[in-house]
């Protein structure tokens, strides 16, 4: 059995404890999870301190809602989904501050965990990705190599043979275009429809 497979039957049944109320498997899975989740949250928001408070969070309600928590789907699922949504939460209160939008844009353009979305993240990264579609090409390719590919602004400069002042603005100008839609009420919709499946 591979690590991973034998890793995700330990995870879930640590999770079956847990709903039984075993505050043994809630400290081992705090253990587990404490860190990685911080990691995870604090990378999507860009605020060490408010992501502490944010997983912080996620552990006081899954103990408090350890016996009524549906138990589908695996445990790493459960946690980062739960972080997912709380990290957007944030980000919305906080939309105005243009460091926010970008955590946004960032998070969303970021390769996705095989975690189980339900149907309003996945909407969400739609509008995204509609996003994308609609910006200039030459613009497109460049955002599409940084933030999907994570190619370094010189990297990209010497793919596409223009210099690292152009990569530059071709992303500053596609930061601009994503930041437009953020204002736009049927993103703002969607976003306040995440907050009703907020953990």
């Known amino acids: 059995m591979s690590g991973s497979i034998r890793n995700i039957s330990e995870d879930n049944h640590l ?20 860190k990685r989740l911080l990691v995870y949250v604090t990378n999507a928001i860009k605020d060490k301190e408010a992501a502490q408070d944010i997983v912080q969070e996620i552990f006081i309600s899954l103990w408090l809602r350890r016996e009524t928590i549906p138990h589908s789907g695996t445990l ?19 939309l105005k501050e243009s460091k926010h939008a970008d955590a946004l844009i960032a998070y969303f353009s970021e390769r996705q965990d095989s975690l189980n979305e339900d149907f309003a993240a996945k909407e969400l990264q739609l509008i995204f990705d509609k996003g994308i579609e609609n910006l200039p090409p030459k613009m497109r390719e460049v955002f599409v ?38 204002n736009e009420s049927y993103f703002v919709h969607i976003l306040s429809i995440l907050t009703i499946f907020t953990f």
Do not use: M, P
């Not at 109320?21 to 999870?33: R, V």
């Open 15 to 34: 999770f079956s404890l847990l709903c039984e109320g075993s505050k043994e498997a809630f400290d081992q899975i705090y253990n587990l999870y404490w």
């Open 76 to 94: 790493a699922g459960y946690l980062y989904t739960a972080a997912r949504y709380k990290g957007i939460s944030y980000i919305q209160a906080n």
């Open 145 to 182: 190599l940084s933030r999907k590919e994570n190619l370094s602004y010189k990297e990209i400069s010497q793919k596409l043979n223009i210099s690292d002042k152009t990569v530059k603005k071709q992303i500053s100008n596609a930061l601009k275009h994503f930041k437009l839609i953020l």
